[in-house]
């Protein structure tokens, strides 16, 4: 590897829990916040002159140290340093000179950071389309007080049948499974629902349970934190 190639890549390890953040947002908005975090992180070691420049042009602006000062160590502290950094004259410097020394070693951040915020926007957008539907089986399941670990895996199947409406890659993984359990409505699993179709042990349904799960790993979590969220 070359110098520069090193340098670049110890920087992108020091920022990896920084980038790991995307995990945490619930809007583009925070996403953005957390890319430009990253961006800054990886700034600081790459483009140093840069990043100071920046950085001097924050402290001497009183409205933008001010609006930091009084917010830190609070849950907007980060929003605020961002919002700082973007709003100055040095900005757009600081992030064409990273992208420049990412090209040089044939990196592509935008590339990367993508990936990570169209895995989280999808699986956000499945979990809120599928969210009423579990409301009501968890409360189905809260309910009833005979209640079985099978009557947990059933409703978790039903949810997750949910998630791939949402999920344009297993469109047609869940249209197989549609039929395989002679769904009347795709859009209503529980209409004329029949417990003994719904069987996790057919091929079809080992297809949509390894598809919903990438989507999570995508968007930073997991089916099961998912469900017990």
Same mark, same amino acid.
């Given at each position: 590897?070359?110098?520069?190639?090193?340098?670049?890549?110890?920087?992108?390890?020091?920022?990896?829990?920084?980038?790991?953040?995307?995990?945490? #947002?619930a809007?583009?908005?925070?996403?953005?916040?957390?890319?430009?975090?990253?961006?800054?992180?990886?700034?600081?070691?790459? #483009?140093?002159?840069?990043?100071e420049?920046l950085?001097?042009?924050i402290?001497?602006?009183p409205?933008?140290?001010?609006?930091?000062?009084?917010?830190?160590?609070?849950? &907007?502290?980060?929003?605020?340093?961002?919002?700082?950094?973007?709003?100055?004259?040095?900005?757009?410097?600081?992030?064409?000179?990273?992208?420049?020394?990412?090209?040089?070693?044939? =990196? !592509?951040?935008?590339?990367?950071? *993508?990936?990570?915020?169209?895995? &989280?926007?999808?699986?956000?957008?499945?979990?809120?389309s599928a969210?009423?539907?579990?409301?009501?089986?968890?409360?189905?399941?809260?309910?009833?007080?005979? &209640?079985?670990?099978? !009557?947990?895996?059933?409703?978790?199947?039903?949810?997750?049948?949910? *998630?791939?409406?949402?999920?344009?890659?297993l469109?047609?993984?869940?249209?197989?499974? =549609?039929?395989?359990?002679q769904?009347?409505?795709?859009?209503?699993?529980l209409?004329?629902?029949?417990?003994?179709?719904?069987? #996790?042990?057919?091929?079809?349904?080992? =297809?949509? !349970?390894?598809?919903?799960?990438?989507?999570?790993? &995508?968007?930073?979590?997991?089916?099961?934190?998912?469900?017990?969220?």
């Amino acid at each position: 590897m070359t110098p520069e190639e090193v340098a670049f890549t110890n920087a992108f390890n020091a920022n990896r829990p920084t980038l790991a953040l995307f995990a945490k #947002c619930a809007t583009k908005d925070e996403l953005h916040i957390i890319r430009d975090t990253f961006f800054l992180g990886m700034a600081s070691q790459i #483009c140093p002159r840069e990043y100071e420049t920046l950085r001097t042009s924050i402290i001497i602006d009183p409205s933008a140290f001010n609006s930091i000062a009084s917010s830190l160590n609070t849950p &907007r502290g980060l929003e605020s340093m961002i919002t700082a950094a973007r709003a100055s004259e040095y900005w757009q410097t600081l992030i064409n000179a990273l992208h420049l020394a990412a090209d040089t070693v044939g =990196s !592509d951040l935008d590339s990367i950071w *993508l990936t990570l915020e169209r895995g &989280r926007l999808e699986w956000l957008r499945s979990l809120n389309s599928a969210h009423p539907l579990k409301v009501i089986l968890k409360d189905a399941l809260k309910a009833d007080d005979k &209640r079985t670990e099978k !009557d947990e895996v059933d409703a978790k199947m039903i949810w997750m049948y949910a *998630l791939t409406l949402s999920i344009p890659t297993l469109s047609e993984v869940s249209k197989r499974w =549609s039929q395989v359990v002679q769904m009347e409505h795709v859009m209503n699993p529980l209409q004329n629902y029949n417990v003994d179709l719904w069987d #996790c042990r057919k091929d079809e349904w080992r =297809s949509l !349970d390894l598809g919903v799960q990438e989507a999570a790993q &995508r968007g930073g979590s997991s089916v099961d934190d998912a469900w017990n969220a």
